[in-house]
């Protein structure tokens, strides 16, 4: 099956530190990503969605000076919280999808990071 | 814009018994509607899904139920067990996997012993 991997799995951070989260498809070329973060007891929001070579779109209210989104490659996405402060704190999950070969139609969860800004 | 809503937020019921989530969406567009079930800490799993041109959809003991004319969509557990216990999710997305997701508020569901 398809398979996302996210690195790291926990960091803790000082403030006004920058982050890096790496979104991987190990076994697909993900043509999309999507960036998403979880508060506690909260639903996922979705942040970002970014194409293989093109600019993120970001959702109304996200900073994309503060999360910076790479996609590069068909097998790798970055997210970076730039000079991250505690209200930053969440768990941060990607998805990966395929429209251009299997696997069709399903986004691919990653096991999500979990930030905290001390 | 999308909205999901997702109703109740905290459900608890007696193991065996069914237990039911109902979720209602706002854009026309959206074709496929995915559940997730999500347990702490962990990545949503993909429980079950339907498409806008089936009414329903089963298997083993969970089924959804899809009212398109209403936009109303509804998740059905049958014989609850304890491993049921999580949060679940309904989520609303266009039909191309590249079209972004759009999650309802979630409901944490408890069986009771």
């Known amino acids: 099956g398809a398979v996302v991997s996210q690195h790291p799995s926990r960091v803790i951070c000082k403030s006004g530190t920058s982050v890096k989260i790496e979104c991987r498809s190990l076994?697909?070329?993900?043509?999309?990503m999507f960036w998403y973060r979880q508060f506690p007891k909260q639903s996922l929001m979705l942040m970002a969605t970014?194409?293989?070579?093109?600019?993120?779109?970001?959702e109304q209210g996200v900073e994309k000076d503060k999360f910076l989104i790479n996609h590069a490659s068909l097998t790798l996405s970055t997210l970076t919280v730039t000079s991250a402060h505690p209200e930053d704190s969440s768990f941060y999950i990607c998805?990966?999808?395929?429209?251009?070969?299997?696997?069709?139609?399903?986004?691919?969860f990653g096991p999500g990071t979990r930030l905290t800004v001390l | 814009g999308e909205n999901v809503e997702q109703h109740p937020s905290t459900l608890s019921v007696q193991e065996g018994d069914s237990a039911v989530i109902k979720c209602t969406y706002s854009?026309?567009?959206?074709?496929?509607f995915p559940w997730y079930k999500q347990e702490l800490g962990k990545r949503p799993q993909l429980i079950i899904d339907?498409?806008?041109?089936?009414g329903e959809k089963k298997d083993q003991r969970i089924a959804v139920t899809l009212n398109k004319t209403a936009k109303h969509f509804s998740l059905h557990i049958t014989e609850t067990q304890p491993e049921d216990s999580a949060v679940y999710f309904c989520?609303?997305?266009?039909?191309?996997?590249?079209?972004?997701?759009?999650f309802g508020s979630g409901t944490r569901l408890s069986i009771r012993p």
């Open positions: 998805s990966a999808s395929s429209t251009s070969g299997p696997p069709y139609n399903e986004q691919f």
């Open positions: 076994d697909f070329q993900a043509t999309t």
């Open positions: 970014s194409n293989e070579g093109s600019k993120a779109t970001y």
């Open positions: 854009d026309s567009a959206s074709n496929y």
């Open positions: 339907i498409r806008s041109n089936v």
């Open positions: 989520a609303a997305r266009g039909l191309s996997s590249a079209s972004k997701i759009i």
